[in-house]
């Protein structure tokens, strides 16, 4: 079925999230494999949107010493109780190999969803200028906890959803085709590296 959108990089941000060691890092608390294989597949995804002027926009998931600040998410999982993901540590930092660089912004959060209460919705009404950004593209992990939850976001904000499947780890592969399947028939495009490349570069792709 063809598009009912194309990705105009001109009017698109990209959304890298989670990247953090703790999420990435063999031996960390929150590792997943799958976002550690597809880290160069991520790199490269960052480098050809840098390379057409599209906006790159982190998300860091932090966690306080002070005091319990997502205690459902710890109750879910205990061991971030005492451990991982917390502000300005090793394992709550990007990954060197997708290292934001100048003019890139970050966002930190406490919860799932990039949008919930943080200002990820006035950096992309203002970064191209007033309004001007219509699409969002999503990398990063996990694929069906964080990269879902602001897909939807982006979706009930009235943003088109680009949702790279080959560029998001998840925990499984089973979890990860039932997000696709998901994201896809409801809240946005699924594509994989090559079509997101060939499409920012207005190059036409083969059948």
């Given amino acids: 079925m063809e598009a009912l959108w194309r990705i105009d990089p001109t009017r698109s941000a990209l ?22 294989m597809r880290l160069p597949r991520m790199k490269h995804v960052v480098a050809e949107c840098r390379a057409v002027g599209m906006p790159v926009i982190y998300t860091e998931h932090v966690l306080l010493e002070t005091f319990d600040i997502s205690p459902l998410e710890t109750a879910y999982n205990p061991v971030l109780r005492t451990t ?5 540590s090793f394992g709550g930092r990007i990954v060197d190999e997708l290292a934001p660089e100048p003019g890139d ?5 406490h919860r799932y969803d990039a949008f919930h209460n943080t200002r990820l919705e006035t950096v992309l009404a203002t970064v191209s200028g007033h309004r001007r950004i219509d699409t969002v593209v999503i990398i990063g992990t996990l694929t069906e906890v964080c990269c879902d939850s602001t897909a939807r976001g982006a979706y009930m904000r009235d943003y088109q959803v680009a949702f790279v499947g080959d560029a998001t780890g998840g925990l499984s592969e089973e979890s990860q085709q039932a997000t696709e399947l998901v994201i896809g028939r409801f809240f946005g495009r699924v594509v994989d590296t090559g079509d997101l490349v060939a499409e920012i570069r207005d190059i036409p792709t083969v059948g």
């Fill in 15 to 36: 959304l890298v999230i989670d990247m953090q060691n703790d999420f990435v890092r063999p031996g960390h608390p929150m590792h997943v494999p799958m976002a550690l």
């Fill in 105 to 109: 912004v970050v966002v930190r959060k």
């Fill in 84 to 88: 991982g993901l917390r502000a300005d």
